[in-house]
């Protein structure tokens, strides 16, 4: 099944929930291993990079599986990891395996974990996740692809200044702290909700952790951590990813199953473009007025614009009423969707890290290659209001963080299918 084919231009309607968040999920996978019990994860999206995760936490020895009774359930026990080695064949699938450096390390005081290559959307290096470990003491090294880290005794409690806003720096680093002796200072800290929501199942298994959500997060070491039972948060991106859907179809949606305190600044931008939003604590619901409206979004570490969120934005522009400008300052090239929606007839010029996009009044559908996860949402959106049938190529790309796409688009009344 390695396409997915859309058949533009039927109003989306209805009612969907979210999955569980994707990104959170990889973390608290993760954090599981500093536990010396069981952990249960509910609401957990059933996608390749969470079956990813788990492969690698089997890989390390620990029991990590899907729990057949419950739905969306994972039980992790890391009381029997033996090999602290991420091999590359797993980790080069997904560059989120690298979180499980930090837990490794503070628990087991060595770690061996394939350093994850760059992706589609740039290099994006691991510097500041090694300088957070050395500062704790570590001894880090290259060796052959390799990351290892190694500490004598337990980690030592540090100030950490981070030189660049991280969220999987800031969680990785702050994993590795609750372990170490004495207290960690981790300045310049990312304040996405995903650091929030693993500060919050960290606490419950025992951590001292105080200031997440802010960009100064303090960890003062505790001896050990105990596993717990946590339900995954609702996916903020897969909400805003639906609502654009529903919005570019001149549609009526209502998402649910998400926290909507995690997507003020989308929903702020969706408001920009024309929506009409009726939000609750737990669901959005947007009311398409017309052709949307042009906007300028540049993107940014939480609580700014989602860069996640940047491509389905740019599908909803493409259509807008007038010029845009869509500025990508998180990663240095998330224009990967920008040649594809030129085939379906966007209006779009690249000038360093900015498209300009001049609205055309439709789009056409056309035969598509997604590039990477938000590339291939963003083409799904602009699918969904082209003339005609879009075949989206590569779709596995959008299976690594979207749960049943096709399903909850076409519950909204998408004529969607895969094929292949
Ligand atoms: C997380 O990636 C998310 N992934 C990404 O979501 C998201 O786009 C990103 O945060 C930004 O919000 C997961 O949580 C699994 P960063 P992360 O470290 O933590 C540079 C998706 O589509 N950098 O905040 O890896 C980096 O190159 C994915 O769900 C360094 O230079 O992103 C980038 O330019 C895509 N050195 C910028 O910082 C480092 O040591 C932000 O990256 C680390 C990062």
């Known amino acids: 099944m390695d396409r997915i084919v859309v058949q533009g231009g039927t109003r989306l309607t209805g009612e969907v929930a979210v999955s569980g968040s994707k990104n959170s999920t990889l973390a608290l996978m993760a954090a599981a291993l500093l536990a010396d019990s069981e952990t249960v994860l509910q609401n957990v999206p059933k996608l390749r990079d969470t079956d990813g995760m788990l492969d690698i936490l089997r890989a390390l020895g620990a029991t990590a599986e899907w729990v057949e009774s419950e739905k969306s359930t994972v039980r992790i026990d890391a009381s029997t990891v033996s090999n602290p080695e991420a091999p590359y064949d797993l980790v080069r699938k997904m560059r989120a395996s690298f979180l499980v450096m930090g837990p490794l390390l503070a628990r087991f005081g060595t770690a061996r974990v394939s350093e994850p290559g760059g992706c589609a959307i740039g290099v994006r290096p691991v510097d500041q996740h090694l300088k957070g470990f050395e ?13 290892e880290a190694t500490s004598a005794g337990r980690l030592l409690g540090a100030r950490v200044a981070f030189d660049i806003n991280t969220v999987n720096g800031t969680q990785n680093v702050m994993m590795a702290a609750t372990l170490a002796r004495g207290e960690t200072v981790l300045e310049n800290a990312a304040r996405e909700p995903e650091v929030v929501e693993l500060a919050h199942v960290l606490i419950k298994m025992g951590a001292d952790i105080s200031g997440a959500g802010s960009d100064r997060i303090v960890v003062r070491g505790v001896e050990d951590l105990r596993g717990v039972k946590h339900q995954v948060a609702g996916d903020r ?13 001149q549609g009526d949606v209502r998402i649910t199953g998400v926290d909507t305190s995690t997507l003020e600044s989308t929903l702020d931008k969706l408001r920009d473009v024309g929506a009409e939003l009726e939000v609750g604590s737990t669901w959005v619901r947007a009311v398409a007025a017309g052709r949307p409206r042009a906007v300028r979004v540049v993107t940014a570490p939480f609580p700014g614009y989602p860069t996640d969120m940047q491509a389905q934005l740019m599908a909803l522009l493409s259509v807008a009423e007038g ?5 990508e300052h998180v990663f240095e090239n998330r224009f990967m969707h920008v040649p594809e929606l030129q085939r379906l007839g966007a209006d779009i010029a690249l000038s360093g890290r900015s498209a300009h996009l001049r609205g055309v009044p439709r789009l056409m559908g056309a035969p598509v290659m997604a590039t990477d996860l938000r590339a291939s949402a963003g083409l799904i959106v602009a699918a969904l209001a082209a003339d005609g049938d879009t075949t989206v190529n590569r779709v596995y790309h959008i299976d690594r963080g979207y749960e049943r ?4 688009l076409g519950g909204l009344g998408a004529r969607i299918w895969r094929e292949g």
């Open 323 to 327: 010029s845009s400008v869509v500025t």
């Open 135 to 147: 500062a704790l003491g570590g001894k880090v090294r290259l060796d052959h692809g390799y990351v």
């Open 237 to 249: 991106i897969e909400a805003g990813t639906l609502l654009a859907a529903g919005i570019i179809t």
């Open 405 to 408: 796409i096709e399903e909850k």
